[in-house]
């Protein structure tokens, strides 16, 4: 074990050897190398008496590559009018969608209002859709985060109606619902979000959702109680052994959220699986 040690650290401290050693040129090495220019016709040349001439040359030349190696500027998404909560970022362009973590109220209109500080909104000129963070508590009568909490039409950066849509729940399940003691139904349970394209230069905007299935009480309340009753009585159920993600997708112009289902199965059996 000793001389394992002792090898590890010889190695790490010629590495540090290395890195410390000066990269300067030396001043041999730099005595034959000269350079010519014209100042005749042009400017005089600015330059850096404690840096070495070809050093300087170098620099114009990296620098010039790297102009020319940057990306041009996405346009963004939203216009400068800036207004209160959704808008309080500014309003989203024709022809754009836009995506962010809210980082105020919301001041959304309607009596089922749920979204706040933290959560995400996907939206554009006509509509906006809110996601509940993932990593906080519930604030509806579904059981966890990650799933759309509010809905809202939009017309000239304003709130066209109230918010009507209490909370919209996703179901994952296995086996055939008349098989009561065989059926199998859990809910998506997101833990963390990540905002794939925000928008910006175009395009629709994707937010991604991954979690785990969980427990959905009262539907597994309900579905012990009727096997009970038919005299075929069922346990809890247990984990599926997935890993899920959603995708929530908005596209510029459009009133309607797509949302994409993935799971991957961590189990050595095939499965069918149902989702809601």
Known sequence: MRIKLNTCTLVTLII?????????????????????HDLSDSEPEIRNPQTPIHDQSLRHTADSLLDSDLPAELEPALNSTLGEGIFRAGCPKVGFSHARVL????????????????????????????????????????????QIVDAVPLRNCQQAEEDRLNSLGIVIGEGEITAIDQAVMRAFKGERAEIIHNGDGGGEVRVRVYG??????????????????????????EELGLELWIDYILAPDDNVIKIEFGASNLLDVSRTLRMS
């Open 103 to 146: 980082q105020g109220p919301s001041l959304i209109k309607g009596e089922a209002v749920i979204a706040d500080t933290g959560d995400l909104i996907l939206m554009n000129n006509r509509v906006a859709y809110v996601i509940q963070n993932p990593s906080q508590d519930s604030r509806t009568w579904w059981y966890y985060g990650g």
């Open 16 to 36: 540090l050897t290395w890195a410390c050693e000066d990269p300067s040129p030396k001043p041999s090495q730099t005595s034959d190398f000269s350079v010519s």
């Open 212 to 237: 785990i299935d969980a427990p959905m009480w009262l539907v597994e309340a309900e579905l012990m109680s009727m096997a009970l009753k038919a005299g075929r009585p069922k346990l809890k159920s």
